[in-house]
Nanobody, 120 residues
Framework: QVQLVESGGGLVQPGGSLRLSCAAS????????MNWYRQAPGKERELVAG???????NYADSMKGRFTIARDNAKNMVYLQMNSLKPEDTAVYYC??????????????WGQGTQVTVSS
């Protein structure tokens, strides 16, 4: 079964840094695009960053230049390095996998999320 387990969340001060990790299992990781999403209270879930199996990346405009997504296919891990954190970055951050099953069916899988709180 597909499993995504996030870790690394916590409380940080504005301007600080944090690295989130997502451990993936149950699918061919190297062939799957991986994403980070976040959701703040009262807000819709939004895309933070994505990375293809080949290493191509994309970022939401508000995160570009501050956040970096990376993957380690040998370890089935995806990371989100967050720098210059702002209070508005406070949210639950979710790891997401886009997995193809049964030849042509694509599914999105989600981790349970990890809380990031940016506050002084």
């Amino acid at each position: 079964q597909v499993q995504l387990v996030e870790s690394g969340g916590g409380l940080v001060q504005p301007g600080g840094s944090l690295r989130l990790s997502c451990a993936a299992s149950g699918f061919t990781f190297s062939n799957s695009a991986m994403n980070w999403y976040r959701q703040a209270p009262g807000k819709e879930r939004e895309l933070v960053a994505g990375i293809t199996g080949g290493g191509g990346t994309n970022y939401a405009d508000s995160m570009k230049g501050r956040f970096t997504i990376a993957r380690d296919n040998a370890k089935n891990m995806v990371y989100l390095q967050m720098n210059s954190l702002k209070p508005e970055d406070t949210a639950v951050y979710y790891c997401n996998a886009i997995v193809t099953r049964y030849s042509s069916f694509t599914f999105r899988y989600w981790g349970q999320g990890t809380q990031v709180t940016v506050s002084s």
